[in-house]
T-cell receptor, first 111, second 115 residues
Framework: KAGVTQTPRYLIKTRGQQVTLSCSPISGHRSVSWYQQTPGQGLQFLFEYFSETQRNKGNFPGRFSGRQFSNSRSEMNVSTLELGDSALYLC??????????FGQGTRLTVV | DQQVKQNSPSLSVQEGRISILNCDYTNSMFDYFLWYKKYPAEGPTFLISISSIKDKNEDGRFTVFLNKSAKHLSLHIVPSQPGDSAVYFCAAIPGGGTSYGKLTFGQGTILTVHP
């Protein structure tokens, strides 16, 4: 069974640009969550989607948004990038939302 | 407000001995707890979980203990192996069902197992 796949693995963007990250969950998993990992803040929850609906949201500004498609694949978008958005962005999928299985992450660098 | 705390940034043990990683939480709404292992530049790998209705769960070399009254959980690894060297995170989920998928993580503990 294939794991959680995130693309791209690495990304370099300029301040002010926007970026879209993609996540393909494990087959059969309907819950997809996104997390940001930075050295200073650790692993922080961004949002969770279940059956194409945002079910939970963390404390991030509106520049961070996401969506989920009917095949459970999810995208996360960050607009008007800031230097502080440089981080490892992790996607996790789960069957019912408890044990979450993570992808390899997308390393975003904003310059 | 750090709702899940791992007060030991690092732990060093000898191969074959027991590793004990600790985690404290403050939110009494948490009712499901998980441990993850993480290598640099990779996603966390799920290790073991425990529901608040239990006080112990075992899976091979890994055992998680939960003390609800103390709001404390611990992960025991016996015997420890050099390949266990990684960052270990504890995470918690509130009850109610609708908060599934929203994990609150501790800051992590770096475990180093020496041969």
């Amino acid at each position: 069974k294939a794991g959680v796949t995130q693309t791209p693995r690495y990304l370099i963007k300029t301040r002010g640009q926007q970026v879209t990250l993609s996540c393909s969950p494990i087959s059969g998993h309907r819950s997809v969550s996104w997390y940001q990992q930075t050295p200073g803040q650790g692993l922080q929850f961004l949002f969770e989607y279940f059956s194409e609906t945002q079910r939970n949201k963390g404390n991030f500004p509106g520049r961070f948004s996401g969506r989920q498609f009917s095949n459970s694949r999810s995208e996360m978008n960050v607009s008007t990038l800031e230097l502080g958005d440089s981080a490892l962005y992790l996607c996790a999928s789960s069957f019912m939302g408890a044990e979450a299985f993570f992808g390899q992450g997308t390393r975003l660098t904003v310059v | 407000d750090q709702q899940v705390k791992q007060n030991s940034p690092s732990l060093s043990v000898q191969e074959g001995r027991i590793s004990i990683l600790n985690c404290d939480y403050t939110n009494s709404m948490f009712d499901y707890f998980l441990w993850y292992k993480k290598y640099p530049a990779e996603g966390p790998t799920f290790l073991i979980s425990i529901s608040s209705i239990k006080d112990k769960n075992e899976d091979g070399r890994f055992t998680v203990f939960l003390n609800k009254s103390a709001k404390h959980l611990s992960l025991h690894i016996v015997p420890s192996q050099p390949g266990d060297s990684a960052v270990y995170f504890c995470a918690a989920i509130p009850g109610g069902g609708t908060s599934y998928g929203k994990l609150t993580f501790g800051q992590g503990t770096i475990l180093t197992v020496h041969p």
